[in-house]
């Protein structure tokens, strides 16, 4: 009967692609074969960035194409089941460097843009990569300001302004002393990312990773 279920649903809602956005023709598969070999991988040294604060950032696709727009639906179109594919990449990243931590967080978005979207995408990350690693999620840093967003504010100094003072930190007494891994969906200028760790770090974090889907390309 499930089967059935799957393929009827299959017939009136056909399963896109998170990347092309094009029919992969089958419920199972949320990525096609093409998308599969020829996303823009970072490869192994690019996959790891330094910033600070941060012992190391990682990230398992640029930030380009197909990436680029497949991001923006996930964020601004109500596409918030990519999660999934989105978290096993991440994953399967990170599990190749081999990194330690205690805890899983995210970069909070505003209450405004909170209600605005309908969900927080970093959190959705940091839920599917808590599950795949057997780490808990918790919600350790909290967005005092409302922002403008940084896809819009400029130069990276720019972009370093615009986060200045707007974090938080909540929980603090799972900051102290552990090591934590920060999830994000893109990091360019890292302006957001470091920030961010800061606060972690002033917190009494030991150590800050951080990961993302995507990364601007050098």
Not at 22 to 28: A, E, I, V
């Amino acid at each position: 009967m499930t089967q059935l279920l799957n393929n009827f649903l299959e017939l009136l809602f056909p399963t896109k692609c998170v990347f092309c956005h094009k029919l992969t023709g089958s419920p199972r598969r949320t990525i096609c074969e093409k998308c599969y070999k020829a996303l823009p991988y970072t490869p192994d040294a690019a996959q790891e960035q330094k910033l600070p604060h941060v012992a190391a950032c990682y990230s398992p696709l640029y930030y380009e194409g197909d990436v680029r727009a497949s991001l923006h639906r996930y964020k601004f179109s109500g596409l918030s089941f990519y999660d999934k594919l989105y978290g096993e990449l991440i994953s399967e990243c990170i599990a190749k460097h081999d990194i330690a931590f205690d805890i899983v967080t995210w970069v909070p978005v505003s209450k405004r843009r909170l209600r605005s979207r309908g969900y927080d995408q970093a959190k959705l990350l940091a839920v599917q990569i808590a599950k795949h690693t057997g780490k808990p999620c918790e919600m350790l840093l909290r967005k005092r300001v409302h922002n403008r967003a940084q896809s819009v504010t400029g130069s990276a100094e720019k972009r370093r302004a615009n986060v200045k003072g707007v974090y938080t930190a909540e929980n603090t007494e799972l900051i102290n002393g552990r090591t934590v891994l920060i999830l994000d969906d893109i990091v360019t200028t890292g302006a957001t990312i470091s920030e961010a760790a800061g606060v972690l770090r002033k917190a009494g974090a030991d150590k800050v990773y951080a990961a993302t889907l995507a990364r601007k390309r050098e």
